[in-house]
Nanobody, 125 residues
Framework: VQLVESGGGSVQAGGSLRLSCAASGFTYSRYCMGWFRQAPGKEREGIATINHHGSTRYRDSVQGRFTISKDNAKNTLYLQMNRLKPEDTAMYYC????????????????????WGQGTQVTVSS
């Protein structure tokens, strides 16, 4: 299983970025996928997940600003981030896990077994 994130960068508050996660080595369409982030000195937190049926869940702090989506044909996961805030600054990680057909896909670090290397997002005020 390989997950490779891209699309991070530096933006001003109020700006937008779209992160991508290219997945390989597994049956992508059957997996629970998610985006997590970790700021310096803080725990890694789940911000959005999408199950293999396409149902999504979001952390309250990003609800309405971030959108998770996936393209099964391209084996790619996306995170569209709008109205970015300085507190969104963090390393962003793509994650995946095989739930064996279950729709259960919580934004919990312990529920994901595969991780990418991360891409840095920096939002300046």
């Amino acid at each position: 299983v390989q997950l490779v994130e891209s699309g991070g960068g530096s933006v001003q508050a109020g700006g937008s970025l779209r992160l991508s996660c290219a997945a390989s080595g597994f049956t992508y369409s059957r997996y629970c996928m998610g985006w997590f982030r970790q700021a310096p000195g803080k725990e890694r937190e789940g911000i959005a997940t999408i199950n293999h049926h396409g149902s999504t869940r979001y952390r309250d702090s990003v609800q309405g600003r971030f959108t998770i989506s996936k393209d099964n044909a391209k084996n790619t996961l996306y995170l569209q981030m709008n109205r970015l805030k300085p507190e969104d600054t963090a390393m962003y990680y793509c994650a995946a896990d095989d739930k064996g057909g279950s729709l259960y896909c919580p934004p919990s670090r312990s529920d994901f077994g595969y991780w990418g290397q991360g891409t840095q997002v920096t939002v300046s005020s």
